[in-house]
């Protein structure tokens, strides 16, 4: 559970109090003796708490909404110590004239060194405070990379069991074993080699998820591959297009080429008649890839979305751009992002 602003508000006043009523109050006791001296201790912790806490707190909280991220951290520092340090000095001033002008332990003092003593008692509580809030903002971002790295890992294995369930399925693998029979009758070298192809397949399946991403030319031979296969059942109906050029540049999400090019195959029409044509191109400009197949809809094929739902917050909690996503009465478009791959 996330630690929040509202859970630890009541917990900095009563340390705060604390922490000053036990070190600059408690020694008032074994001075001169004042009238109603706990009283006014309370009080005067009461006060300084408040104005030391209540400030820092919404300077804190403003500044992490307004400059958060980890790049703008030195501007949002810069920010909140040009406007706390001034109020240190302040509030050790506005300490040091009502305490004098009240005379509420008895005397007045007002001079130079206990001006700077009270003004130092601030700064030392103002960083305190700042400490705190820090410390919570570095939680609070902990607990949400953890909580969006087990969604990802959620998100992978349920995207790796839907382009496993859509493999295993009898016509699948009906027509995959056929042709394996097929080959092994006629061409036994082809036949092992349409049996690695096969393996590396599902190999590649059961690995996706043990990178968040990886190099656009390693899905490229994936897909290649994967294609090569679903290519057996539609040996005069199926056909891609590949315009990708310089993939060793660029990183992708896994899968990402293979769950489109799959619910292209799984939601069209492919015949002799009424041939599926894919087109792959990358925009290294724009920095996206394409994928474009001609749109034929199976009508009587269920729809549930949940493959462009999954890879939609898969780049989402990736912090990559969206998806897009076009479709008129020809084609059926979907564009998503790459990343330039380290050097």
Not at 23 to 44: E, G, W
Not at 205 to 223: G, P, R, T
Not at 249 to 269: G, Y
Request: net charge positive.
């Amino acid at each position: 559970m996330l630690i929040s602003d509202k859970k630890v508000r009541p917990y900095g006043y009563l340390a705060f109090g604390l922490l000053f009523y036990c070190f600059f109050m408690l020694d008032m006791f074994f001075a001169a003796p004042v009238k109603n001296l706990l009283i006014k201790t309370i009080i005067v912790t009461c006060f300084f708490t408040i104005l030391v806490w209540e400030p820092v707190r919404l300077i804190a909280l403003w500044a992490h909404r307004r400059w958060g991220s980890a790049s703008e951290a030195v501007k949002k520092r810069t920010i909140v110590a040009a406007i706390l340090v001034p109020y240190g000095f302040i509030l050790g001033f506005l300490r040091i004239y009502i305490e004098g002008s009240l005379r509420i332990w008895g005397v007045q003092v007002m001079n130079i060194p206990v001006y700077l003593l009270f003004t130092g008692i601030s700064m030392l509580f103002i960083l305190l405070a700042i400490v705190c809030y820090e410390v919570i903002f570095y939680i609070q971002r902990w607990q949400t990379t953890q909580l969006e790295a087990n969604e990802l890992k959620k998100l992978n294995l349920h995207m790796q069991f839907d382009s496993l369930k859509v493999q295993i399925q009898p016509h699948f693998l009906f027509n995959t074993l056929n042709t394996l029979i097929g080959l092994i009758e006629r061409d036994q070298q082809r036949a092992i080699h349409f049996t690695e192809d096969l393996a590396y397949v599902y190999r590649y399946l059961l690995e996706a998820n043990q990178s968040n991403i990886i190099s656009l030319e390693e899905e490229l031979k994936f897909v290649k591959i994967y294609f090569s296969l679903l290519k057996t059942r539609y040996p005069e109906g199926l056909f891609l297009e590949d315009r990708i050029e310089d993939a060793a540049l660029f990183d992708v999400p896994p899968l990402s080429l293979q769950l489109l090019i799959e619910n292209a195959v799984k939601h069209n029409t492919i015949t002799r008649a009424h041939p599926l044509y894919i087109n792959l191109w990358l925009d290294k400009g724009q920095e996206r890839v394409t994928v474009r197949n001609n749109y034929q809809p199976k009508y009587q094929v269920a729809r549930s979305g949940r493959g462009l739902e999954h890879m939609t917050k898969k780049f989402e909690l990736l912090a990559l751009p969206p998806i897009q996503i076009e479709n008129d009465q020809h084609y059926f478009t979907v564009s998503f992002p790459v990343i330039k791959a380290s050097t």
